[in-house]
């Protein structure tokens, strides 16, 4: 069972930045490829971000790309999520997961995930 809690989220103005912090309790973080969802009222989860269990390769959606950088940091069993440049249109509530198997910008193939930690960005 891997436990994922994440924090940083909050209120910020457009063109602000927000570092999310998501945490792991397991011993095998490391072997985890990470990623990073979002929803906002009304609509699907959507994929934003993933990195693989070295930090050497990583993954951005369209939209965020340029703006966001996600990285890791095994022995502190820690994913982060980077955000700068931030739009009213990324306000959601944001979520790590931790990828059992498939793709990794797909939410199916996440086995677990965070309770999710809110951003809001006003215009």
């Known amino acids: 069972q891997v436990q994922l809690v994440e924090s940083g989220g909050g209120l910020v103005q457009a063109g602000g930045s927000l570092r999310l912090s998501c945490l792991a309790s397991?011993?095998?973080?490391?072997?985890?490829?990470m990623g990073w969802f979002r929803q906002a009222p009304g609509k699907e989860r959507e994929f934003v971000a993933a990195?693989?269990?070295?930090?050497?390769?990583?993954y951005y959606a369209d939209s965020v790309k340029g703006r966001f950088t996600i990285s890791r940091d095994n022995a502190k069993n820690t994913v982060y999520l980077q955000m700068n440049s931030l739009k009213p249109e990324d306000t959601a509530a944001y979520y790590c997961a931790a990828l059992y198997s498939g793709s990794y910008y797909s939410p199916i193939g996440y086995r677990y995930w965070g309770q999710g930690t809110q951003v809001t960005v006003s215009s």
């Open positions: 990195i693989n269990w070295s930090g050497g390769v990583t």
């Open positions: 397991t011993r095998t973080f490391s072997s985890y490829t």
